[in-house]
Protein backbone atom coordinates (compact mmCIF):
# COMPACT_ATOMS: atom_id res chain seq x y z
CA UNK A 1 0.00 0.00 0.00
CA UNK A 2 2.63 2.28 0.71
CA UNK A 3 4.27 2.16 -2.68
CA UNK A 4 1.00 2.30 -4.48
CA UNK A 5 0.43 5.80 -2.46
CA UNK A 6 4.36 6.65 -3.33
CA UNK A 7 3.82 6.05 -6.89
CA UNK A 8 0.52 7.87 -7.39
CA UNK A 9 2.32 10.67 -6.01
CA UNK A 10 5.54 10.65 -8.07
CA UNK A 11 6.08 12.71 -11.17
CA UNK A 12 5.85 11.56 -14.97
CA UNK A 13 8.70 9.37 -15.71
CA UNK A 14 9.55 8.14 -19.46
CA UNK A 15 6.10 6.65 -20.17
CA UNK A 16 3.88 9.52 -18.05
CA UNK A 17 1.45 9.33 -15.42
CA UNK A 18 -0.68 12.27 -15.42
CA UNK A 19 -2.59 11.19 -18.78
CA UNK A 20 -5.56 13.80 -17.84
CA UNK A 21 -4.93 16.99 -17.55
CA UNK A 22 -6.21 18.56 -14.75
CA UNK A 23 -6.63 21.92 -16.56
CA UNK A 24 -5.61 25.72 -15.87
CA UNK A 25 -4.01 25.70 -12.35
CA UNK A 26 -3.70 29.62 -11.52
CA UNK A 27 -7.46 30.04 -10.29
CA UNK A 28 -6.13 27.29 -7.86
CA UNK A 29 -3.27 29.49 -7.20
CA UNK A 30 -5.15 32.37 -7.18
CA UNK A 31 -7.33 30.52 -4.00
CA UNK A 32 -4.19 29.69 -2.57
CA UNK A 33 -2.96 33.00 -2.35
CA UNK A 34 -6.43 34.61 -1.21
CA UNK A 35 -6.42 31.94 1.51
CA UNK A 36 -2.52 32.79 2.80
CA UNK A 37 -3.51 36.53 2.81
CA UNK A 38 -6.89 35.94 4.60
CA UNK A 39 -4.71 33.81 7.28
CA UNK A 40 -2.23 36.50 7.31
CA UNK A 41 -5.15 39.35 7.94
CA UNK A 42 -6.17 37.74 10.39
CA UNK A 43 -3.30 37.07 12.34
CA UNK A 44 -2.48 40.66 12.48
CA UNK A 45 -5.19 41.19 13.96
CA UNK A 46 -4.59 38.05 16.96
CA UNK A 47 -1.66 39.04 17.04
CA UNK A 48 -2.74 42.73 18.27
CA UNK A 49 -5.61 41.04 20.46
CA UNK A 50 -3.23 38.61 22.34
CA UNK A 51 -0.41 40.82 23.13
CA UNK A 52 -1.59 44.02 24.18
CA UNK A 53 -2.23 43.58 27.58
CA UNK A 54 0.99 42.09 27.75
CA UNK A 55 2.79 44.76 25.88
CA UNK A 56 0.77 48.04 27.43
CA UNK A 57 1.98 45.91 31.11
CA UNK A 58 5.53 45.07 30.19
CA UNK A 59 6.60 47.66 27.34
CA UNK A 60 4.50 50.56 28.01
CA UNK A 61 3.33 50.21 24.50
CA UNK A 62 0.30 48.08 23.25
CA UNK A 63 0.74 48.04 19.69
CA UNK A 64 4.43 47.48 19.81
CA UNK A 65 4.50 43.75 18.32
CA UNK A 66 1.24 44.89 16.28
CA UNK A 67 3.27 47.44 14.66
CA UNK A 68 6.24 45.04 14.13
CA UNK A 69 4.17 41.99 12.79
CA UNK A 70 2.76 45.06 9.85
CA UNK A 71 6.26 45.84 8.75
CA UNK A 72 6.99 42.37 8.12
CA UNK A 73 3.41 41.68 6.34
CA UNK A 74 4.39 44.23 3.92
CA UNK A 75 7.67 42.92 3.09
CA UNK A 76 5.77 39.41 3.05
CA UNK A 77 3.50 40.63 0.85
CA UNK A 78 6.33 42.46 -1.43
CA UNK A 79 8.26 38.66 -1.42
CA UNK A 80 4.75 37.15 -2.48
CA UNK A 81 4.56 39.36 -5.18
CA UNK A 82 7.79 39.39 -6.53
CA UNK A 83 7.91 35.64 -6.13
CA UNK A 84 4.97 34.84 -8.34
CA UNK A 85 6.71 36.63 -11.41
CA UNK A 86 10.13 35.17 -10.83
CA UNK A 87 11.72 33.02 -13.61
CA UNK A 88 12.22 29.63 -11.75
CA UNK A 89 14.93 28.73 -13.64
CA UNK A 90 16.51 31.52 -11.61
CA UNK A 91 14.96 29.78 -8.58
CA UNK A 92 16.50 26.50 -9.59
CA UNK A 93 20.32 28.31 -10.50
CA UNK A 94 20.24 29.75 -7.08
CA UNK A 95 18.64 27.12 -4.96
CA UNK A 96 22.18 25.82 -4.03
CA UNK A 97 23.95 29.00 -3.00
CA UNK A 98 21.05 29.63 -1.23
CA UNK A 99 20.78 26.46 0.59
CA UNK A 100 24.99 27.35 1.20
CA UNK A 101 24.27 30.37 2.96
CA UNK A 102 21.78 29.20 5.14
CA UNK A 103 23.57 26.27 6.64
CA UNK A 104 26.62 29.06 6.87
CA UNK A 105 24.14 31.27 9.22
CA UNK A 106 22.83 28.00 11.28
CA UNK A 107 26.18 27.43 12.22
CA UNK A 108 26.88 30.92 12.59
CA UNK A 109 23.73 31.87 15.21
CA UNK A 110 24.94 29.13 17.53
CA UNK A 111 28.22 31.05 18.33
CA UNK A 112 28.28 32.89 21.41
CA UNK A 113 27.85 36.64 21.32
CA UNK A 114 26.65 36.41 17.68
CA UNK A 115 22.87 34.02 18.02
CA UNK A 116 20.54 36.33 20.31
CA UNK A 117 19.65 33.53 22.86
CA UNK A 118 15.85 33.29 24.43
CA UNK A 119 15.36 30.37 26.82
CA UNK A 120 18.29 28.43 26.37
CA UNK A 121 18.50 28.45 22.64
CA UNK A 122 20.33 30.90 20.10
CA UNK A 123 17.94 30.82 16.74
CA UNK A 124 18.17 33.92 16.63
CA UNK A 125 20.21 36.99 14.43
CA UNK A 126 19.46 40.23 15.84
CA UNK A 127 19.43 43.51 14.58
CA UNK A 128 18.07 46.76 16.32
CA UNK A 129 14.06 45.70 17.33
CA UNK A 130 13.95 43.04 14.55
CA UNK A 131 15.27 39.36 14.34
CA UNK A 132 16.17 36.56 11.79
CA UNK A 133 15.45 33.05 12.40
CA UNK A 134 18.31 30.68 9.95
CA UNK A 135 16.23 27.62 10.27
CA UNK A 136 13.40 29.26 8.23
CA UNK A 137 15.35 29.96 5.52
CA UNK A 138 16.88 27.08 5.47
CA UNK A 139 13.62 24.96 5.33
CA UNK A 140 12.82 27.28 1.91
CA UNK A 141 16.32 26.61 0.82
CA UNK A 142 16.34 22.98 1.29
CA UNK A 143 13.49 22.19 -0.11
CA UNK A 144 14.37 23.84 -3.44
CA UNK A 145 17.57 22.51 -3.78
CA UNK A 146 16.02 18.95 -3.12
CA UNK A 147 13.87 20.02 -6.08
CA UNK A 148 16.75 20.93 -8.08
CA UNK A 149 18.67 18.03 -7.25
CA UNK A 150 16.42 15.31 -7.16
CA UNK A 151 15.13 16.67 -10.94
CA UNK A 152 18.35 16.69 -12.26
CA UNK A 153 19.28 13.35 -11.03
CA UNK A 154 16.22 11.77 -12.02
CA UNK A 155 17.56 9.02 -13.70
CA UNK A 156 20.50 8.32 -11.08
CA UNK A 157 18.86 8.63 -7.72
CA UNK A 158 19.32 4.78 -7.41
CA UNK A 159 22.86 5.42 -7.45
CA UNK A 160 24.53 5.98 -3.81
CA UNK A 161 27.61 8.69 -5.01
CA UNK A 162 25.73 10.80 -7.37
CA UNK A 163 22.01 9.98 -6.49
CA UNK A 164 21.15 9.06 -3.16
CA UNK A 165 23.98 10.72 -0.81
CA UNK A 166 23.83 14.14 -2.37
CA UNK A 167 20.35 14.18 -1.39
CA UNK A 168 20.52 13.27 1.94
CA UNK A 169 24.12 15.21 3.38
CA UNK A 170 22.20 18.75 3.46
CA UNK A 171 19.19 17.41 4.91
CA UNK A 172 21.47 15.96 7.69
CA UNK A 173 24.03 18.59 8.14
CA UNK A 174 20.98 21.37 8.00
CA UNK A 175 19.19 18.82 11.10
CA UNK A 176 22.33 18.59 13.13
CA UNK A 177 22.81 22.62 12.97
CA UNK A 178 19.24 23.04 14.04
CA UNK A 179 19.74 20.44 16.52
CA UNK A 180 22.31 22.01 18.11
CA UNK A 181 20.56 24.99 18.91
CA UNK A 182 18.91 23.59 20.52
CA UNK A 183 15.98 23.15 18.38
CA UNK A 184 14.93 19.06 18.04
CA UNK A 185 11.15 19.94 17.19
CA UNK A 186 12.40 21.94 13.70
CA UNK A 187 15.40 19.41 13.44
CA UNK A 188 12.84 16.11 13.47
CA UNK A 189 10.38 18.92 11.12
CA UNK A 190 13.44 19.60 8.44
CA UNK A 191 13.97 15.81 8.88
CA UNK A 192 10.32 14.95 7.83
CA UNK A 193 9.96 17.36 4.59
CA UNK A 194 13.40 16.16 3.45
CA UNK A 195 12.21 12.23 3.41
CA UNK A 196 9.05 12.71 2.10
CA UNK A 197 10.37 14.87 -1.03
CA UNK A 198 12.82 12.08 -1.61
CA UNK A 199 10.16 9.53 -1.35
CA UNK A 200 7.92 11.55 -3.37
CA UNK A 201 11.03 12.41 -5.48
CA UNK A 202 12.20 8.44 -6.72
CA UNK A 203 15.02 7.30 -4.10
CA UNK A 204 14.20 3.57 -2.94
CA UNK A 205 12.62 2.55 -0.33
CA UNK A 206 15.32 0.78 0.95
CA UNK A 207 17.68 4.03 0.96
CA UNK A 208 15.05 5.53 3.23
CA UNK A 209 14.66 2.98 5.36
CA UNK A 210 18.78 3.16 5.35
CA UNK A 211 18.75 6.25 6.31
CA UNK A 212 16.27 5.90 9.10
CA UNK A 213 18.77 3.18 10.86
CA UNK A 214 21.50 5.94 10.47
CA UNK A 215 19.59 8.38 12.18
CA UNK A 216 18.52 6.23 15.04
CA UNK A 217 21.24 6.76 17.36
CA UNK A 218 21.16 10.56 17.12
CA UNK A 219 17.63 10.56 17.84
CA UNK A 220 18.69 7.71 20.77
CA UNK A 221 21.34 10.54 21.93
CA UNK A 222 18.92 13.12 21.99
CA UNK A 223 16.34 11.05 23.86
CA UNK A 224 18.39 10.25 26.73
CA UNK A 225 19.93 14.38 26.59
CA UNK A 226 16.48 15.26 27.10
CA UNK A 227 14.53 12.70 28.94
CA UNK A 228 12.79 14.90 31.73
CA UNK A 229 11.88 17.07 28.94
CA UNK A 230 10.40 14.34 27.17
CA UNK A 231 8.60 12.61 30.24
CA UNK A 232 6.91 16.15 31.02
CA UNK A 233 5.66 16.83 27.40
CA UNK A 234 4.02 13.21 27.36
CA UNK A 235 2.50 13.66 30.55
CA UNK A 236 0.95 16.87 29.23
CA UNK A 237 -0.60 14.83 26.13
CA UNK A 238 -4.48 15.13 26.91
CA UNK A 239 -4.21 17.98 29.32
CA UNK A 240 -2.58 15.90 32.17
CA UNK A 241 -1.42 17.41 36.00
CA UNK A 242 -0.45 21.16 36.63
CA UNK A 243 2.53 20.08 38.28
CA UNK A 244 4.61 21.28 35.05
CA UNK A 245 4.73 24.20 32.82
CA UNK A 246 4.34 22.32 29.49
CA UNK A 247 1.20 20.57 31.28
CA UNK A 248 -0.13 24.20 32.75
CA UNK A 249 0.10 25.31 29.34
CA UNK A 250 -1.63 22.88 27.65
CA UNK A 251 -4.29 22.93 30.36
CA UNK A 252 -4.61 27.04 29.85
CA UNK A 253 -5.11 26.21 25.82
CA UNK A 254 -7.47 23.97 26.16
CA UNK A 255 -9.56 26.00 28.62
CA UNK A 256 -9.30 29.08 26.25
CA UNK A 257 -10.28 26.81 23.25
CA UNK A 258 -13.15 25.68 25.60
CA UNK A 259 -14.51 28.63 26.89
CA UNK A 260 -15.05 29.91 23.49
CA UNK A 261 -18.29 28.41 22.67
CA UNK A 262 -19.77 28.54 19.09
CA UNK A 263 -19.34 32.03 18.19
CA UNK A 264 -16.61 32.84 20.79
CA UNK A 265 -16.46 35.71 23.58
CA UNK A 266 -15.44 38.55 21.35
CA UNK A 267 -13.08 39.93 19.40
CA UNK A 268 -10.49 41.38 22.13
CA UNK A 269 -13.32 39.96 24.86
CA UNK A 270 -10.57 36.78 25.91
CA UNK A 271 -9.28 35.95 29.34
CA UNK A 272 -6.80 33.58 29.13
CA UNK A 273 -4.40 36.35 27.59
CA UNK A 274 -4.26 37.82 30.25
CA UNK A 275 -0.91 36.32 31.77
CA UNK A 276 -2.98 33.01 31.99
CA UNK A 277 -1.74 31.79 28.70
CA UNK A 278 1.75 31.46 27.78
CA UNK A 279 3.00 32.10 24.75
CA UNK A 280 -0.64 33.65 23.65
CA UNK A 281 0.96 35.63 21.01
CA UNK A 282 3.08 32.91 19.00
CA UNK A 283 2.56 29.07 19.27
CA UNK A 284 -0.27 29.44 21.12
CA UNK A 285 -2.47 31.72 19.10
CA UNK A 286 -4.85 29.34 18.18
CA UNK A 287 -6.75 28.99 21.57
CA UNK A 288 -7.02 33.13 21.33
CA UNK A 289 -8.74 32.54 18.73
CA UNK A 290 -10.66 30.14 19.72
CA UNK A 291 -11.53 32.04 22.95
CA UNK A 292 -12.68 35.01 21.26
CA UNK A 293 -14.03 33.91 17.23
CA UNK A 294 -15.26 30.90 18.74
CA UNK A 295 -15.57 26.98 17.08
CA UNK A 296 -16.58 28.95 14.16
CA UNK A 297 -13.31 31.42 13.97
CA UNK A 298 -11.19 28.56 15.09
CA UNK A 299 -12.39 25.79 11.91
CA UNK A 300 -12.53 28.52 9.62
CA UNK A 301 -8.52 28.85 10.26
CA UNK A 302 -8.52 24.83 9.58
CA UNK A 303 -10.71 25.35 6.32
CA UNK A 304 -8.18 28.10 5.05
CA UNK A 305 -5.18 25.48 5.65
CA UNK A 306 -6.97 22.81 3.71
CA UNK A 307 -7.88 25.14 0.81
CA UNK A 308 -3.76 25.78 0.67
CA UNK A 309 -2.76 21.98 1.09
CA UNK A 310 -5.61 20.91 -1.29
CA UNK A 311 -4.74 23.51 -4.11
CA UNK A 312 -0.78 22.91 -3.72
CA UNK A 313 -1.66 19.54 -4.36
CA UNK A 314 -3.93 20.12 -7.39
CA UNK A 315 -0.76 22.39 -8.59
CA UNK A 316 1.53 19.85 -7.98
CA UNK A 317 -0.33 16.95 -10.04
CA UNK A 318 -0.82 19.48 -12.81
CA UNK A 319 3.05 20.02 -12.87
CA UNK A 320 4.20 16.52 -12.54
CA UNK A 321 3.64 15.90 -16.24
CA UNK A 322 5.06 19.06 -17.82
CA UNK A 323 7.42 20.43 -15.14
CA UNK A 324 9.12 18.04 -12.47
CA UNK A 325 11.12 20.98 -10.61
CA UNK A 326 7.90 22.56 -10.25
CA UNK A 327 6.37 19.25 -9.11
CA UNK A 328 8.80 18.51 -6.43
CA UNK A 329 9.14 22.11 -5.12
CA UNK A 330 5.45 22.73 -4.83
CA UNK A 331 5.11 19.23 -3.05
CA UNK A 332 8.18 20.06 -0.45
CA UNK A 333 6.17 23.49 0.26
CA UNK A 334 2.58 22.54 0.30
CA UNK A 335 3.86 19.42 2.50
CA UNK A 336 5.93 21.79 5.20
CA UNK A 337 2.71 24.33 5.40
CA UNK A 338 0.02 22.04 5.73
CA UNK A 339 2.54 19.58 8.32
CA UNK A 340 3.57 22.97 10.42
CA UNK A 341 0.01 23.99 10.56
CA UNK A 342 -1.27 20.02 11.85
CA UNK A 343 1.70 19.94 13.98
CA UNK A 344 0.53 23.57 16.19
CA UNK A 345 -3.25 22.23 16.02
CA UNK A 346 -2.09 19.01 17.52
CA UNK A 347 -0.07 20.92 20.32
CA UNK A 348 -2.62 23.17 21.83
CA UNK A 349 -5.22 20.55 21.60
CA UNK A 350 -3.16 17.98 23.35
CA UNK A 351 -2.97 15.23 20.92
CA UNK A 352 0.71 15.36 20.68
CA UNK A 353 3.53 16.50 23.76
CA UNK A 354 4.16 20.15 23.80
CA UNK A 355 6.47 21.64 21.70
CA UNK A 356 6.86 25.39 20.24
CA UNK A 357 5.53 24.84 16.40
CA UNK A 358 4.09 28.63 15.05
CA UNK A 359 0.91 28.71 13.37
CA UNK A 360 1.78 29.67 10.26
CA UNK A 361 0.77 33.09 9.00
CA UNK A 362 -0.74 33.83 12.38
CA UNK A 363 1.73 33.54 14.61
CA UNK A 364 3.68 36.50 15.69
CA UNK A 365 7.12 36.42 13.77
CA UNK A 366 8.78 38.22 11.03
CA UNK A 367 11.06 36.02 9.26
CA UNK A 368 8.35 33.00 8.88
CA UNK A 369 6.15 35.34 7.72
CA UNK A 370 8.16 36.56 4.91
CA UNK A 371 9.53 33.26 4.32
CA UNK A 372 6.04 31.77 4.25
CA UNK A 373 4.54 34.14 1.87
CA UNK A 374 7.60 33.75 -0.72
CA UNK A 375 6.71 29.78 -0.88
CA UNK A 376 3.12 31.04 -1.71
CA UNK A 377 4.50 33.39 -4.00
CA UNK A 378 6.49 30.34 -5.93
CA UNK A 379 3.66 27.64 -6.04
CA UNK A 380 2.14 30.39 -7.85
CA UNK A 381 4.89 31.00 -10.11
CA UNK A 382 4.80 27.03 -10.80
CA UNK A 383 1.35 27.38 -11.64
CA UNK A 384 1.80 29.71 -14.10
CA UNK A 385 5.07 28.31 -16.12
CA UNK A 386 2.20 25.20 -15.98
CA UNK A 387 0.04 26.76 -17.61
CA UNK A 388 2.42 28.66 -19.95
CA UNK A 389 3.72 25.53 -20.97
CA UNK A 390 0.09 24.18 -21.46
CA UNK A 391 -0.78 26.39 -23.75
CA UNK A 392 2.08 26.22 -25.70
CA UNK A 393 1.88 22.59 -26.21
CA UNK A 394 -2.23 22.65 -27.36
CA UNK A 395 -0.39 25.31 -29.78
CA UNK A 396 2.09 22.85 -30.95
CA UNK A 397 2.23 20.59 -34.05
CA UNK A 398 0.59 16.73 -32.78
CA UNK A 399 4.34 15.47 -33.46
CA UNK A 400 6.08 17.76 -31.28
CA UNK A 401 3.83 17.01 -28.36
CA UNK A 402 5.38 15.01 -25.44
CA UNK A 403 8.86 16.53 -26.10
CA UNK A 404 8.52 18.94 -22.46
CA UNK A 405 7.40 15.56 -20.40
CA UNK A 406 10.30 13.86 -21.82
CA UNK A 407 13.10 16.95 -21.17
CA UNK A 408 12.03 17.46 -17.73
CA UNK A 409 13.36 13.79 -16.54
CA UNK A 410 16.19 13.47 -18.63
Known amino acids: MVRAAVAALRPATRSGVWERPLGPLEPSARFLVVAALLLMGLGLVMVYSASITGASELLGDGSVYLRRQTVWALIGVTALVLAMRVDLARIEALAKPALI ?8 VVLPFVGHEVNGARRWLRAGPFSFQPSELAKLALIAWL ?6 RARHLDDWRTGTLPAIVPIAITAFLILVEPDFGTALFV ?4 VAMLLVGGVPLSRLALLAAMSTPVLAWQVVERWDTFVTRFQAVGGGALDTRAAYQVHQGLIALGSGGLTGRGLGAGRQKLFFLP ?9 VVGEELGFIGTAAVVVLFGLIVACGLRIALGAARRDRFGFLLTFGLVFWVGL ?18 ALPFISLGGSSLVVLCTAVGLVYAVARRVDARA ?14 TQAVVS
Not at 101 to 108: D, P
Not at 147 to 152: F, G, I, K, P, V
Not at 340 to 355: C, E, M, Y
Open 391 to 404: AADARAPLSARGLG
Open 279 to 287: EARTDFILP
Open 191 to 194: GAVG
Open 340 to 357: QAAGNVAVVTASVPTKGI
Open 147 to 152: ARHLTR
Open 101 to 108: ISIVLLAV
